[in-house]
């Protein structure tokens, strides 16, 4: 089983996803290969309650070269070098004017930090300490490109699994897979999502519903739920998990209810286990159990983690 994680851990790491485009219907025609995922999509420009699902980003290449035509960022060698969403550019500019638009990490020199701007147009490069000492003491004109586009005819995808069980009650399990070039954040909870899938695929006699999916963050959920009110009465409880491949504590955020079982359920499974865990109070900032938990739904849906977003040095990046 470890050599099957690590090969799709290793093919699934360098695609350039994002929360719409071609590369997160490759990720789900891949994860296709391991459990019978339904690929789902919705326009571009629908309305799913006060949001609308943005258009299909589509890049073909980026870069920030100097006077002598030499390549100091290359989008090809490492997608996070350009702030996801980038609008087209392509311009000689003078580093004073070209560092707005340039991202680093505060404290990690080696570091690339991930950057959006899903829903205004703007553009960016993000660097290593090093390449932005390098462009900071060049002074003539830099040349930059960003090769994108927005299609506004495109599509949000998602992926859908329902295993049935005795009951008509679901249990639901989400993940989000539109993170690029990130391993715990969140290629971890793609990975282990679709191996748990698998499990219960196989598993005889459940007695609970398993409603599985894939979907971009938040706007995905948002689209999710707007999409599927009627089917969501049958939800019971949910895990969303994500950040699950941390070297840190295993930890879990509880749902809204403190007093669910699922909390209690979580805890006892943390203990006979004999893990060192942390355990969260839930609020509304994080992940998308905030989308699930809203007034509309009050699904109780606790994050399993190791290693909670915001809470160790190479978030995001």
Known sequence: MNIIIKKYLKILFPIARS?????????????????PLKIKSI???????????PGEWEIKDAFIKDQDGNKILDYKKNN???????????????????????YKHPTLKKAIPYRTSYYQKDWGFCVTDSQYNKLSK?????????????NNNGKLNYGELIIKGKYKKEILISTYFCHP????????GVIVTTFLAAFLKNKKNLKWTYRIIFIPETIGAIAYLNKNEKKLKN??????ICNCGGPGKFGYKQSWSKNHFINELVEKTFKTSKLN?????????????RQYSSPAFRINMITICKDKYYEFPQYHN
């Open 19 to 35: 929360i719409t485009g071609k590369n997160n219907r490759l990720t789900l025609k891949i994860l296709k290969e391991i459990v």
């Open 43 to 53: 326009k571009s420009g629908s309305k799913v309650y006060d949001w609308r699902i």
């Open 80 to 102: 996070l070098s350009i702030m996801n969403y980038s609008t087209r550019i392509e311009k000689k500019i003078y580093w004073n004017e070209l560092k707005k638009k340039i």
């Open 138 to 150: 060049i002074k003539d004109k830099l040349n930059i490109k960003i090769d994108s586009k927005i």
């Open 181 to 188: 070039s990130m391993a715990n954040d969140n290629l971890s």
């Open 235 to 240: 939800i019971d409880f949910g895990l969303n």
């Open 277 to 289: 865990f942390k355990t969260y109070l839930f609020d509304i900032n994080g992940s998308d159990e």
